[in-house]
């Protein structure tokens, strides 16, 4: 079964910047959309940014000017680049994929297990 691992994540002072990653652990066959939510402590889990298949991006109003999201579809590897970061950006960072297997033909949601960002001085 298809694993997403995420990596990236740690302990940034304010202003500093992180590059998340999220990749699958075993070969698919087309990946969708892939996303990145984050939930801070006390707080519903959010939307931070969105890119399509053809790469059309779109972001919470929160990030938009200081995180990029990107892809590679060779490698299927979505990534979340952080810059400018904020303590209020302090929250566990979770990638989603919709994806299809080789094995099976249906379009599916996957989640990573989560990266802490710690924006703190």
């Known amino acids: 079964q298809v694993q997403l691992v995420e990596s990236g994540g740690g302990l940034v002072q304010p202003g500093g910047s992180l590059t998340l990653s999220c990749a699958p652990s075993g070969r698919i066959y087309i990946a969708y959309d892939m996303r990145w939510y984050r939930q801070a402590p006390g707080k519903q889990r959010e939307l931070v940014a969105d890119i399509t298949e053809r790469g059309a991006a779109d972001y919470a109003d929160s990030v938009k000017g200081r995180f990029t999201i990107s892809r590679d579809n060779a490698k299927k590897t979505v990534y979340l680049q952080m810059n400018a970061l904020k303590p209020e950006d302090t929250a566990v960072y979770y990638c989603?994929?919709?994806?299809?297997?080789?094995?099976?033909?249906?379009?599916?949601?996957?989640w990573g297990q989560g990266t802490q960002v710690t924006v703190s001085s």
């Open positions: 989603n994929i919709n994806l299809r297997e080789y094995t099976f033909n249906i379009a599916t949601d996957y």
